[in-house]
């Protein structure tokens, strides 16, 4: 979590986004989508559940990830009405009803499908990791869908509404990636969201100590601007998230491919082109 403030920072000095600050997420709201015993425990910090998602519980910690739902919230509303909105948070797509894991303490991607459940939600998942708690929760949510395109499955196996496409390294040959793309958008055509939520991951770099994508930089960029275009081009509202990324030190390594997340939302949509 000590790369979402420097990355806010950067954004809004490099002239790339405008800072909207999230009120906390309401517990019942919460109580409302993860079991109501799992919910209580994080909020009390009652181990070993309050610690499921791998961190040792703090009250920071829990103040962070009120304020980061809340920013889901918050995030998928701004882009309901200006087509595109950010939120600066991390820490989703593996949580599942009862309990958190892989850094992951309450779903925020399931959590906009509940709060908007008048409108469909799809989330396109390109962290490294398969988001197996997302998908556990288009079981429980109609209005949720999940694309994943990853390298590491992260135990999703592929449901009715939870697309997982597994991908070899794609250092050399960038096209499969930009296939599963398509086949994502081409599902897009076919369930035709409301809002889609794009997990912009950093970890699926080639020097990402988690990463088997092996995706450079200018690849990184690149699955970054197709989704924007694509999205506009539809006139599909997008809500990013940052998402995984894990290299260090952070300033150097991890910030650029973040900002360039924001280089490329503000480029399609500030700029001007679409497909
Ligand atoms: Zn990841």
Same mark, same amino acid.
């Given at each position: 979590m000590r790369k979402l403030g420097p990355v806010a920072w950067h954004a809004v000095a490099s002239g790339w986004a405008e800072i909207e600050v999230p009120d906390p997420v309401d517990a019942d709201r919460l109580r409302q989508l993860h079991a109501p015993e799992y919910v209580d425990a994080f909020l009390a910090g009652r181990t070993p559940l309050a610690s499921a998602q791998g961190w040792p519980w703090t009250p920071q910690i829990r103040d962070g990830v009120l304020a980061i739902n809340g920013g889901q919230l918050l995030g998928a509303k701004l882009a309901m009405e200006h087509g595109i909105a950010a939120n600066v948070a991390q820490g989703f $797509? $593996?949580?599942g009803y009862a309990r958190g894991g892989g850094y992951c303490t309450f779903n925020g991607l399931a959590l906009v499908a509940q709060e908007f459940s008048d409108r469909r939600v799809m989330v396109l998942d390109c962290d490294e990791h398969g988001g197996n708690g997302t998908e556990e929760f288009t079981h429980r949510l109609p209005n949720l869908y999940n694309f994943s395109i990853h390298g /590491?499955?992260?135990g999703m196996h592929g449901g009715e509404r939870s697309i997982p496409r597994r991908l070899p390294s794609?250092?050399? /040959?960038?096209s499969p990636y930009e296939q599963a793309l398509d086949d994502a958008f081409d599902m897009v055509e076919c369930w035709r969201p409301d809002l889609l939520i794009y997990q912009?991951?950093?970890?699926? $770099?080639? /020097?990402?100590?988690?990463?088997?994508?092996?995706?450079t930089t200018e690849q990184m960029f690149e699955r970054d601007r197709i989704v924007f275009q694509r999205c506009k081009g539809r006139d599909l509202p997008v809500l990013f998230v940052l998402a995984g990324g894990y290299q260090?030190?952070?300033?150097?390594?991890?910030l650029p491919l973040h900002l360039n997340t924001f280089k490329a939302a503000h480029a399609v949509f500030a700029g001007g082109g679409s497909d």
């Open positions: $797509h $593996h949580a /590491n499955p992260f794609v250092t050399q /040959n960038f912009a991951g950093a970890d699926p $770099h080639l /020097n990402d100590p988690l990463g088997s994508l092996g995706m260090e030190p952070i300033n150097s390594k991890l």
